[in-house]
């Protein structure tokens, strides 16, 4: 395992965390006077790291962050999500089709949707944001509105929507 996977988790919870004290304290002075925030999850983000988009435990956005944020970086993006049903390589093809780093091992499940901001030379457009999501029919949450809300959000935000699945024949 390379040092980067093994900190990704790390990184991840620590946008998360910086990224929530940001939405409910927009006025924290820290926040405020460092003045840099964006900027350096930007940078983060530029890198083609994945960053979380709606956290899976409460289907939380950072609408307002996350734009700001992104157009720091790019201006016009062609938006591709993911939809399937839990456990069926979502993440492992998307890394392979467009050079993701999502995480993928045996046994780990995506929460709410990742994405991963990628560089292209797609005329009208100047960036891919690809979103990663949790699996539909997740035998864990077993709650079919929140599959609804995440394939919801997937068709309204996406220019273009693959949908995986596993035929049995």
């Known amino acids: 395992m390379c040092i980067r996977d093994r900190y990704m988790g790390s990184l991840e919870v620590f946008w998360r965390e910086l990224i929530q004290l940001y939405t409910c304290q927009p006025d924290n002075p820290i926040l405020k006077r460092s003045g840099k925030l964006n900027q350096a999850f930007a940078k983060f ?15 939380h956005i950072a ?4 734009t700001k944020a992104i157009q720091n970086v790019h201006q016009n993006i062609l938006v591709v999500s993911i939809i ?51 699996g539909i029919s997740s035998t864990i949450k077993q709650d079919p509105e929140y ?23």
């Open 45 to 59: 983000t530029s890198d083609g790291l994945p960053f979380e988009i709606i956290d899976g435990d409460n289907i």
């Open 147 to 169: 599959d609804r809300k995440i394939f919801l959000f997937c068709m309204a935000a996406s220019n273009i929507v693959i949908l995986l699945s596993l035929i049995h024949i």
């Open 84 to 134: 399937g049903a839990q456990s069926t390589g979502k993440s492992t093809l998307l890394n392979f089709l467009f050079g993701c780093s999502f995480a993928t091992s045996a046994g780990r499940c995506t929460k709410g949707i990742y994405g991963t901001l990628l560089d292209c030379s797609i005329p009208g457009y100047d960036g891919i944001l690809i979103l990663d999501t949790e």
């Open 63 to 66: 609408g307002d962050f996350l």
